[in-house]
């Protein structure tokens, strides 16, 4: 019986695999190849999994039910770390100058969308002038196949918990019905809105608002 295997994923996540990591989130600079990595995550994924099991069990196992629904190929351990590190290399050329930031994270790669590229304040419904990176997003995912997707909406702490959790579920929903639209298979796609639960930066400052005020679409490998 084929198992399925997840490394926890984002830019808020711990790094579980710290040496694994191919590019710095903010320069770009490529650190250390994935490709051995792969296998080293496969001889380690025991133990990966228990640490899972206790950080984020809820999200481990929404996403596995994606996971066994999808239906989608596994990729075997070892080429995990080839398959998305090419992945990785066409998604930073297609949203190169875009404003979204591409972050790698053991083997799952996230992409940053910033609030005020994607959405109006208060809004749900994404800016049109955002729709061509969308697009540039699922000539790649749809090439590789062997992911799937969590769309993640996060908000800043201005506004009340509730309002700013239907905010963030809306706007996940919003970008999760523009991917299946383009063809991204419905099975692939899981959202979640996590209100301001979630920062990464300080809600006290306006610039740390900013960066709170995204959505986040990870991308994990469906591994044996």
Not at 62 to 83: D, H, P, S
Not at 155 to 165: C, E, H, I, R
Not at 177 to 182: A, D, E, F, I, V
Request: with cysteine; charged share 25%.
């Amino acid at each position: 019986m084929r198992k399925i295997h997840l490394l926890a994923a984002g830019i808020a996540a711990t790094t579980l695999l710290a040496g694994c990591m191919t590019y710095d989130p903010y320069t770009g600079e490529k650190q250390v190849s994935k490709t051995t990595a792969g296998a080293a995550i496969g001889a380690g994924i025991a133990a990966i999994g228990a640490y899972i099991d206790n950080r984020d069990d809820d999200r481990r196992q929404r996403t596995e039910r994606i996971l066994k629904a999808a239906g989608v190929g596994a990729i075997a351990g070892g080429a995990v770390g080839n398959y998305m590190d090419r992945q990785e290399a066409k998604l930073r050329a297609q949203l190169e100058g875009t404003g979204v930031r591409v972050v790698r994270e053991g083997d799952n790669i996230t992409l940053v969308m910033p609030g005020n590229i994607t959405f109006d304040t208060a809004k749900v419904d994404i800016k049109p002038d955002f729709t061509g990176v969308l697009d540039s997003v699922v000539l790649v995912v749809k090439e590789f196949d062997k992911t799937v997707l969590e769309v993640a909406g996060h908000t800043d702490s201005d506004g009340t918990d509730s309002a700013n959790l239907t905010l963030s579920q809306g706007r996940a929903n919003s970008v999760a019905n523009y991917l299946r639209g383009k063809g991204v298979k419905p099975e692939r796609l899981t959202t979640v809105g996590y209100g301001e639960a979630r920062p990464v930066a300080d809600n006290g400052t306006a610039e740390g608002k900013a960066l709170n005020r995204r959505v986040e679409l990870t991308l994990l490998p469906v591994t044996e």
